[in-house]
């Protein structure tokens, strides 16, 4: 069974910075790409960033700029940095794995930017 464990939310002040890291754990046949999605207040789900397989990155409009995804240590794993965090990117962070044949959600993450 493939679960995805996400760390590294919490509460920061405004102009501050934190790190995701999610770890996917279990069988995987084919990895596709891994990703952050994020939900706030009143909004759906949307892009933050994904990262496939070879390296290349795409970046949602809501943080580019401020935000760069990058593959783990361990195998199946991606990290994001945020930087320069606004209290509008508050909200709950969710890690993706595009693998072949199914795509797995983590549980998400709690992110609070203070004002």
């Known amino acids: 069974q493939v679960q995805l464990v996400e760390s590294g939310g919490g509460l920061v002040q405004a102009g501050g910075s934190l790190r995701l890291s999610c770890r996917a754990s279990g069988s995987i046949s084919i990895m596709l790409a891994m990703g952050w999605y994020r939900q706030t207040p009143g909004k759906e789900r949307e892009l933050v960033a994904t990262?496939?397989?070879?390296?290349?990155?795409n970046y949602g409009d809501s943080m580019k700029g401020r935000v760069t995804i990058s593959t783990g240590n361990a195998e199946n794993t991606v990290d994001l940095q945020m930087n320069s965090l606004k209290p509008e990117d508050s909200g709950v962070y969710y890690c993706k794995a595009n693998s072949y044949p199914r795509d797995y959600w983590g549980q998400g993450t709690q992110v609070t930017v203070s004002s």
């Open positions: 990262i496939i397989r070879g390296g290349s990155t």
